[in-house]
């Protein structure tokens, strides 16, 4: 199992157990920052998973590739809590 697999299965564990978690992200295009944010998951695909956020005030849906997490530009504090 890669590394990348054993993110997929992590995620959709939490997905079904466990949806809302905290997340810091740091993306430039299109430009997203936010520090120990309290998101939902709202959907795991074979590529990407969906999250919906609130920073602005308002529900806002984004759709993240797997790989953001590899490179570190997303991290998910449940993940690392559990590994």
Excluded at 2 to 26: A, F, G
Aim: charged share 20%; aromatic share 8%; net charge neutral.
């Amino acid at each position: 199992m890669t590394h990348l697999d054993e993110i997929k299965c992590k995620l959709n564990e939490l997905y079904h157990t466990q949806p809302n978690i905290h997340i810091n992200v740091s993306i430039s295009h299109p430009k997203v920052s936010l520090q120990n944010e309290a998101v939902v998951i709202k959907g795991i695909y074979s590529h990407i998973f969906q999250i919906e956020e609130f920073s602005s005030g308002f529900p806002k849906r984004r759709t993240i590739q797997y790989n953001d997490i590899l490179t570190k530009n997303i991290e998910i504090v449940e993940l690392n809590n559990k590994c």
